[in-house]
Each structure stands twice: as C-alpha cells, then as structure tokens.
C-alpha cells in the first residue's frame, strides 16, 4: 500500500499524462479513485498529474454517448455511497422501483374510477373542483390540531360543493341520470368525497382514531366523511350491519404464570392443603351470587365468612344485602358498604327489628337523617361499631346516646374527623351506665380532657385509642390510674410522648390484662420496659404489641446513648415475664435489640408453646441463624414476619410456617421442598 507522500511523488515524477501513455487505462482509473478517497482535497489539487485526469475524465462524461468512446467496454467503476444507499441496494431497492410502483398504483386506481367527461369546459371545471378538494384536503390535514380547522373546513367544503353544482359535467349528469333538483346535494357531495378521497398507498389519519394508516382500495369511509385504519373499519362495519362490537376476553396466563402467583398467594395466606367444604361452597357462592336468594340458617360464623368474602371481591350491593338482613338477624358484620346507600342502610333497620349487634366498616352513607330514623325504631342495640362515618354530625351522636345509651355495651368508633370530641365522651360517661368497650381511633377532636374523662367510665374493660392530637403522659396516668384494675385490653396507638411514667402506672394499677399495645413511642426506655415486666403481678400476656418504640434521630439512628425504647435488656424481660402464655408478639422496628439478645432469649434451653405469630421486621440483627433459633424454640409457630431483615438470606422454613418478607428474589424456601 503507497503511502499519501509517495502516492504524490509517483504522480509528480511521472509524465504529464501518465496514466495515458505509461500505465493502462483501467489501472490508472483505478488508483485515480483510489487517490481521490484517500488523499485530503489540499494535495489532489496541488498534483497536476491528478488535476489534467480529473479534467479528462469530466470532458469525457460530457461527450455524446453516440460517439466513439461509448464503444468502450464498461468500467463498472461508481463513487463512494452511503449506508442508506448500500442498505437499499442490498434489498433491490431503488428510487426508480419506487417511483414506477407509486406511478403503476395511481395508474390503477384511476382506472377503477368512474369515467370522467372529455369535454374541454367540463375538463376544466372537473380539474378546478380536483384542485380545491385538493387543497382542502391539505390544508384540514396540515391543520387538524390547530384551533377553528372546524369551522373553516366546513366553509371550504361547501364552497367546493357549490363549484360542483355549478359545472357543465354536474349538469350533463343530472340531465343524464333523470335525478331531481331534491338530489343535487348528494349528489355534489358524493362527487366531492370521490375526489377528496386519497389514493391507494398514501397515508391517511384515521377519522376516528386520529392514528396514521395506508390508504387501501379497501378502506372503509367514516360516518362523518374521512376514511379508517384497519380496526376502526370493522368495528364500524359491524355496527352499520346491527352486530355489537364483541370485546376480546382477557387472556390467561399460561405456562404457570398466573398458577404459581395463586399458589404463593395462598401459602402466604396460611391456605395450605386441600380446601375445606365450607370455604368451596362460600367460593361457589361468591362466583353465582346472582343465583341466590337467601343464606338459610347458617351458623354466625359461616354467615361472617361469606360477609367477609363478598367485601373483599367488592360484591356487598343494594342487590346482595338482603342475603345478610333478614326479620330474624341479630348480628350483623358489612366489611365494605362503600357501595351502600342511604336508604339501603336505613332499610337495615326497617327488616331487622331484632337487630343487637351491628359493625359497618366504610359506612360512608350514615348521615343525620339515617341516625334520625335509627331513633325512631326501637332497636337495643349492645354492639355499635361504626367506621368512616364523618358525615353524621356530633349532635346526632348526642341524641342517640341520650336516648339509646342504656343498652350500649360496646361503642366503636373510627374516622369520624372532627365529630367526636370531648363533650361526646362525657355524654358516654354520664348515659351509658354498661359501656365495657370503649374504642375512638383516628379521631381529630378528642384531647387531654377526653382521655381523663374516658377514665371517670369505671365500667371500662377494654379501651382502644388512636388520637391525632398530641396526648399528654399526665391524662394517660390519670385514665390508667383511675380504671386500670378492671382492664383486660388497653391499646394506646402512635403515642409519641408517652414516657415512662405511663409505664409505671401499668405496673402499679392493671392486673388483668391479656393484651396491651404501645406504639410509636419516643420517649419510653429499656429502664421503663424493665421495670414494667419485673415482678409485674399481672398474668402473662397473650397478645403484646410494641412496634415502633425506638429511638429517633435521623443523623445518627445507630447511636442509642441514653436506651430510648425497647432495647435488649427490656426484650429478655417481657419473655420472662410472658413467654409461657404469649400467642402474638409485635417487636416490628425495635432496631436496638441486639444478636446476643435475640440467641439468649430463643437459645436451644428456652420453649415459648403458645406463641404463633412473631413480627421481627426491621430488627436488623435477625440472621438466618436466630430464625433457625426461633423455630427451634416455637413448637407452634405459624407466621414470621422479616422485612427489612438484610442479613436473612438462605433460611430453610419449617413444613407449615410462612415466613414472609425475606429480601430476596427466591423468597420463602420451605424444607424438605425443592
């Protein structure tokens, strides 16, 4: 291979014409391309050996192909070509073959037109109405997205039809085909909408879909003029034929796709195994509901599983509540009567004179006017639990407790907003001398003076409490202080500045109680906890919830000088206390409970029988060794909760434990199981 620098000296030390009289013709063609696509302009120009052949070959190409050098044989020699051009090439495709299939494609649909008059004048005015549906056509197309296209496409549009009207072959037509004066607009109009038309191979949009398509001889024309792609041509020649469009049935996932998502979402559910005869039929009746007419006499507990089926596939209606409400009921659980109305839950009480026991979850229809009618019917009821009710008045509340309170044994209730308050709890205390169970969780308006006041109901068994106002540690002590002996369930919900004072009155006044629940504290400590469950006289506790007491700072969340929330020495302590008798344990975010902790209380000598569920989650010093520990030391353990776990990876499951939230693609691996 020459090198540029002796390419040009082999050009300059040769004759003036070298490639003429010392090299043969093709040679010299040859390494002239050769030098033109790999020396820089700069140096072709200076070479005046390269400069006399490239005017040679100029005067060349100019002569006339009749003359003595058209004779010559073929050189097949072509300049440099593009990607596009190759690509193209490769393919037999060429700019030529395009334009002649386009030409053969026009030539054939003017062909299958209708035969045009051949008169000079009617030719003309045949040519002026083509020019401005042309136009027209253009313009409305160009101009589609832009605002008022409308109103000037239908001024052009008549104008153009008008032009139709007007000429010598509309005329010659008419008087030919015998059509009265009453047809000239369809008549002109068709004329027009057969010269708007594009020709076959153009692109069109859709006039329904706005969506570009090729325009085919068999493209189907709107209902408002344009024509349509593809889909929207059946779908509107259906209609035109009276056939409803018939919608495509989802398609099943196959290949195991959508079997194992069912199978993993039923492992998690703990529905392993065959499936019981009642949990078929209530299957088989949530799937023909519109076949039955009532539930017979069921046991409560079957009529609350089907309840509880129907709302989680939202199937609870004005038309499925009489299956549930029935002259006779007198317990009665809707899980999601968002779809309710006023009326229907008014005609709850107009059915069930007998009623005594009534939850409503997402009653958002329980207005005032529904309370006025409930304290028209003499109705006893023991058990009100109402959810989501923030459209029935404070008043109301009231009234029905001034009037019905008597029997009140059980009152639940939750997002009612700023309708509950204080005065509503002192109303409680002072009309309802049988309250047991006293529940207010996401309410706004109840403060410090309602907490105290709910400790002045001594008949309290059971309180439950979840306030968006800040609550103070004074009136929790007071409340607990006053009506701590008789509690067996106490549930204190995001209590961010309940400290360890409300501990200590736990530990002095409740010795009854099976279930307490402590959340989102920030100012509990491990000394507080230590000290609640040592020599703590009340019973083991069977359900204790804990989530979330830890401490917080963003800066620095490791660092826990001071053992804010419940650490290690405070976990040992409430499974010393209530290991034996524990069933549920919810420990989900106490970060500050150590390795050594967790091996020291489920260590190879310690047996908890009782407990079935446990919440780990986001307890980051769990590993796959403490979850071995744990199901060595749970006989019964049914659930394990480890989100946010990192260092879980490859824990082998127990036959019949779920263990959920490892952070891993595997997930749960059950042993024994491939």
């Not at 070479?47 to 190409?61: G, V």
């Not at 192909?65 to 060429?94: K, V, W």
């Not at 006989?635 to 952070?663: D, H, Q, T, W, Y």
Request: charged share 25%.
């Amino acid at each position: 291979m020459l090198t540029n620098t002796a390419c040009i000296f082999f050009f300059q030390a040769r004759k003036p014409n070298p490639f003429h009289h010392s090299l043969p013709a093709q040679t010299a063609i040859a390494l002239f391309d050769w030098c033109r696509c790999t020396l820089p302009e700069c140096q072709i120009d200076g070479s005046p050996a390269i400069a006399d052949f490239t005017m040679a070959r100029r005067r060349s190409a100019q002569q006339p192909a009749n003359q003595d050098n058209a004779a010559r044989p073929t050189r097949n020699i072509t300049g440099p070509q593009s990607a596009l051009t190759d690509f193209l090439a490769s393919h037999n495709i060429s700019a030529r073959q395009i334009r002649d299939e386009a030409e053969q494609r026009r030539q054939q649909a003017a062909q299958q037109a209708p035969e045009q008059t051949s008169q000079d004048g009617d030719s003309a005015a045949i040519d002026e109405v083509a020019e401005t549906v042309t136009i027209t056509t253009t313009t409305s197309s160009r101009s589609r997205t832009r605002g008022g296209t409308d109103a000037r496409k239908k001024t052009q549009e008549t104008k153009t039809i008008e032009k139709i009207k007007a000429s010598k072959s509309f005329k010659k037509r008419k008087r030919d085909a015998d059509f009265s004066d009453d047809d000239d607009d369809e008549i002109a109009r068709a004329i027009f909408q057969e010269h708007r038309a594009p020709l076959p191979g153009q692109m069109e949009n859709c006039a329904i879909c706005e969506k570009r398509f090729t325009v085919t001889p068999y493209s189907v024309a709107g209902p408002d003029g344009g024509l349509l792609c593809g889909p929207c041509g059946k779908e509107i020649a259906k209609e035109r034929q009276g056939q409803q469009p018939v919608k495509k049935k989802p398609r099943k996932q196959v290949g195991g796709v959508g079997s194992r998502r069912t199978i993993q979402s039923r492992i998690l559910d703990g529905d392993v195994g065959t499936k019981s005869l009642a949990t078929l039929c209530v299957q088989t009746l949530a799937k023909n509901v519109h076949m039955a007419d009532s539930l017979g006499d069921l046991p409560e507990h079957l009529v609350d599983k089907i309840a509880r089926m129907f709302s989680k596939r939202r199937l609870l209606r004005p038309d499925t509540l009489p299956l549930f409400v029935q002259p006779g009921t007198q317990t009665l659980h809707i899980y999601d009567g968002a779809r309710l109305g006023e009326q229907d839950i008014v005609s709850i009480f107009q059915v069930s004179p007998e009623l005594r026991h009534l939850k409503l979850r997402c009653a958002i229809q329980f207005k005032d006017e529904v309370m006025d009618y409930l304290l028209t019917r003499d109705l006893k009821l023991e058990t009100f639990y109402l959810h989501g009710a923030n459209l029935l008045s404070e008043e109301k509340w009231h009234e029905y407790l001034e009037a019905k309170g008597e029997t009140l044994e059980r009152l639940q209730i939750y997002y009612t907003d700023k309708h509950v308050g204080d005065d509503t709890v002192a109303v409680i205390q002072k009309h309802c001398p049988r309250m047991r169970k006293l529940k207010i969780e996401n309410n706004q308006k109840v403060t410090d003076t309602g907490v105290k006041a709910i400790g002045n109901i001594a008949t309290l068994k059971h309180v439950g409490l979840q306030l968006q106002n800040k609550i103070s540690s004074k009136a929790l002590v007071h409340m607990i202080s006053n009506i701590g002996s008789n509690l067996e369930t106490l549930s204190l919900k995001v209590m961010p500045d309940a400290d360890d004072a409300v501990l200590s009155a736990i530990h002095e006044n409740c010795g009854s109680l099976v279930k307490l629940r402590i959340t989102d504290s920030e100012q509990m400590t491990d000394d507080g906890f230590v000290q609640l469950f040592s020599n703590w006289e009340n019973p083991a506790l069977r359900f204790l919830d804990l989530q979330k007491c830890r401490h917080m700072d963003s800066t620095v969340p490791r660092l826990n000088p001071d053992n804010v929330g419940l650490c290690s020495e405070g976990f040992k302590a409430l499974m010393r206390h209530s290991g034996d008798k524990i069933q549920e344990l919810n420990v989900h975010a106490c970060r500050h409970i150590s390795r050594e902790a967790f091996e020291e209380v489920f260590s190879e000598k310690k047996t908890y029988p009782a407990l079935e569920k446990l919440e780990v989650s986001f307890c980051e010093h769990v590993t796959d060794f403490i979850l071995g520990c744990i199901f060595r030391s749970c006989p019964s353990i049914r659930e394990v909760n480890v989100f946010g776990c990192m260092k879980v990876r490859e824990a082998m499951v127990p036959r019949g434990v779920i263990l959920v939230g490892v952070p891993n693609a595997q997930g749960m691996v059950t042993e024994g199981m491939a």
